[in-house]
């Protein structure tokens, strides 16, 4: 009988505790007040004031989004404001605004009407441009909304293939599109927003540049920090093994009768002003324990140098590392500079530079 008395008594307050939090009372919530609607770009920021009703539990809102769709979204009690975005253009849109408590009562609705902001993708999509570049193009945008969108570029490959290239930035930005031969070509370009609307597509007609390896057959050695020379006429550890054209050559730091750190570096004279859209380096074949980081810097005149920041190296394969240089800068000159490695000393296979003699 004790035992019956107290399973009822347990039950008996779980039953007024839930009615409690339900709203024993059966008053509908009073509605929101103080509603403010602003426009953003391609979206809407609603804010009110939450009803003091006992009970009141979330605000639903309602609305028809610009693809059609009647939507509603559910914000808690322990909120009062939410933003929407994905507006595909500027229409007014109607949003009813009713709150809600535990027993799910209404209370009466609130409507507000806006005109969002022209979206994102389209005010990116009205700044595209696209210019050639070696082996391929760059496509360029600006985007003053600070909003993400993808920007996405459809083009035959050099088979004929479909290919598409996407890119995404909520700032000004640029996109390269490399591996193309010099045949004109038509890019389509669309801008999507993350709701996935999207710009009506663009056509740019373009012929990429043809890049080319530059002759190493006038090069020469202006200065380098360190080098390893060897008897009997051996290349090996002289800077000029780096652009010798055979990866079993190459150039190392001194490492017999002294060992000095890093940085390591060499300056090459190419004999003529050229291009450049990348440059390619091999490390020593078969052995990791070369450098890590290394910089490169160009120049016109051997004195003032562009410097383009610190590269990583990948020292586990033997095979060539290619790095862009996005600026195409114009130099006679360039500085190879091995800053950080696991072990005091420095080696190179080869470098090769690409580009263009105009």
């Known amino acids: 009988m004790n035992r019956l008395v ?68 559910k914000v808690s009690h322990y909120a009062s404001g939410d933003t929407i975005p994905g ?16 027993s799910g009562q209404p209370s009466d609705p609130v409507s507000v009407s806006v005109n969002p902001l022209q979206p994102p993708f389209s005010i990116v999509s009205s700044t595209i441009d696209m210019v050639p570049d070696f082996g391929g193009a760059i496509v360029s945008w600006e985007n003053e909304t600070g909003k993400p969108v993808s920007v996405n570029v459809t083009y035959k490959g050099n088979e004929g293939e479909k290919v598409s290239s996407t890119f995404s930035s909520d700032e000004d930005a640029q996109g390269y599109i490399s591996g193309l031969n010099a045949n004109e070509r038509t890019f389509e370009v669309v801008v999507t927003d993350e709701a996935d609307n999207s710009s009506e597509p663009q056509s740019f007609v373009i012929t990429p540049l043809a890049e080319q390896m530059i002759d190493k057959s006038q090069w020469s050695v202006v200065d380098f920090s360190t080098e390893e020379p060897n008897e009997g ?3 090996n550890g002289l800077v000029r093994a780096a652009f010798d054209g055979d990866y079993s050559t190459f150039w190392h730091t001194q490492w017999a009768g002294g060992s000095p750190g890093y940085p390591h570096y060499f300056v090459i004279d190419m004999g003529q002003e050229v291009t450049i859209s990348r440059f390619e380096t091999v490390r020593r074949q ?5 450098q890590t980081q290394i910089q490169f810097l160009t120049s016109l005149d051997g004195e003032t140098w562009e410097d383009f920041g610190l590269l990583e190296v990948d020292s586990s394969t033997d095979d060539p590392q290619s790095y862009r240089l996005t600026s195409n800068p114009k130099a006679r000159y360039f500085k190879y500079v091995a800053t950080e490695g696991p072990n005091f000393f420095a080696f190179l296979g080869e470098i090769t530079v690409y580009g263009s003699l105009e």
Request: proline letters at 5%; hydrophobic letters at 30%.
């Open 6 to 73: 107290y399973f009822t008594g347990i039950v008996l307050i779980l039953f007024l505790a839930a009615c409690e939090k339900d709203d024993s009372t059966g008053i509908p919530p009073d509605p929101v007040s103080d509603v403010e609607v602003n426009a953003g770009y391609g979206e809407v920021m609603l804010t009110w004031t939450n009803p003091s009703t006992e009970g009141f539990y979330y605000v639903d809102i309602n609305f028809t989004d610009s693809k059609g769709t009647e939507r509603s979204e």
């Open 286 to 290: 078969g052995d990791d324990r070369g």
């Open 87 to 102: 507006f595909a253009n500027t229409d007014t849109y109607d949003f009813t605004l009713t709150a809600y408590n535990y």
């Open 233 to 235: 006429g051996n290349p």
